[in-house]
């Protein structure tokens, strides 16, 4: 399965099951499902897998870490809607190899994100899964349905903003395969692969403020991630390359294991950062904002009335989108 | 990982993660969780998996039935509280061989009940899973909280009863392994196999009939879905072997296999029918309803203030607790 092709399949389900009752605001196609319920409140709902050999590799994922790992990216999309996450449920595949370490471990840190949230497992399924380990986590949460930010609600001239830095993560992954998880140089890098952040309160911060139009979480890249932004909204996206934030971790490794910065900064993944998008003059009030939330933003670029998502850099220009990370190695 | 296991597991991470916030009436532990919303209704929701190979095997389930029980089984936990189905999140674990037509076919068998039961599909993950197909369902259902039938709720004298017939499901398995998948004469019994119905309608129906107390789906086996009853109620039950309703198809293909038809029943798995108790004022009106809903149901045994599942046979008392079926083959 190529990216482009699980992509396409999401499209092709998308289509297949259109409709619904009236309560539900959005099914298929954004970070979360949307259900509206009493008190002007919605339920979110998401579901992210793992799987061993595909996500993640446990020659260099400590178990708690993947546990965390598992439980953060689904409180990852539920943040980019702006929401709360409340519940999770846990489908847990394990291979005959699995020892009951592990499992305690991969156990302890799922069960330690989701305390950090605020969170409770209310149910799962554990079953033999032949080869390979696989995590498959369902999280719901809640917010007022006023402050949703949608991946649709982009407009022309809307700024750019992503949280964070980018690339750290791929950068972490290219670190963790050549065995060089363990130097002290290299910890902060492979922790944003090994265990990353998300960013949901941050999320809930700024949706709650009313000063943005569309968010959504970074996991497949910018350059893919802004790209469904684009299509859902109808509208094009320039990002200006230097303006994209890089970690000096990431300026002074990434040459030294051959990759470019800004490559994996665009195109690696699994950074779990937020990208928004907002008018123009919310930008001072959406620094203080995160200033005072203790969170870095930066503005990387601008939303126009075109199509796809362009680079530019040095006077040209360059159409990446969808260039972004394939679940594969 | 054997069934036993499987159990302790559960119970080890429901250990782990106890507590939680007052509108959660309940978590791990039953078919369902359960959370209080407005307006005296409940949130229930599930999650279960099905694996090539453990769970199912490509080489007799045609794709449209599987995706059709994937929907079916998390359906039958939803109808087990008493509840009604409302939404689907599917992950989607795809090996490298997954061909588009098994994935349209699987998808179309998916939808196909998830529409019969006034469902919408509303998120899902699709994944390179390696070497198996595997697909992790998450249901979310609704219900007025006064009428949550839960597992705790047996209570001493309670007769038993189940819906339908047991052991067909575990007959059928039998008959696909030994390549009998498309003899006529074992159609129904390979159809409960491949094809379960789940009885959510008739869950819901006896959940606000008031006349029963605790229910569950039999998805292990009898002897192990009671067991569950009875542990989480604290209390014994009694099977009376010749009350056991069995299908005729079952009775005359299971000797040629070499099967004993009530073995197959009791531990045989997968039948998803109910197993619920009430109080033996209850029997009349049970019976009434049921047939009016068009659903046979009958009654197996009784309560006890004791522990344990026994079988009365010809005179003699087996404990058949938790002897049900383990998800490998």
Redesign the interface.
Known sequence: ?HHLS?RN??E??AR??R???PE?IK??GDD??V?R???GLV?L?????L?????FDLAWHPPRLLGRKAASVNISDIGAMGGRP??A??????P?A?SRQL??EL??GF?EV?TMHDM?????????????L?L?V?V?GEMEERHVCYRAAARPDDLIWVSGCLGDAACGLALCRQGLRAEEAYLSLCRAHLDPQPQARLGRLLAQSGLIHAMMDISDGLATDLAHICKASGVGAEIMAPDVPLSPELQKTAPALQLAPLELALQGGEDYQLVFTAPADSSAPLQDLCRGAGRDIACVGRITAGEGVMLCREGERQDITFRGYE??F
């Open positions: 399965m699980e399949i999401i092709a389900i297949q099951s409709g619904g009752p539900l099914g298929i979360c499902a259900v319920k009493a008190g339920d709902w998401t579901t992210d897998a799987v061993q050999g595909v996500h409340r519940f449920l846990l489908c847990l595949g394990l005959a699995c499992l305690d156990m302890a069960l989701l409770v497992l209310v149910g799962g399924d554990t079953v033999f899964a032949g080869e390979r696989m498959s369902t719901c679940h594969t």
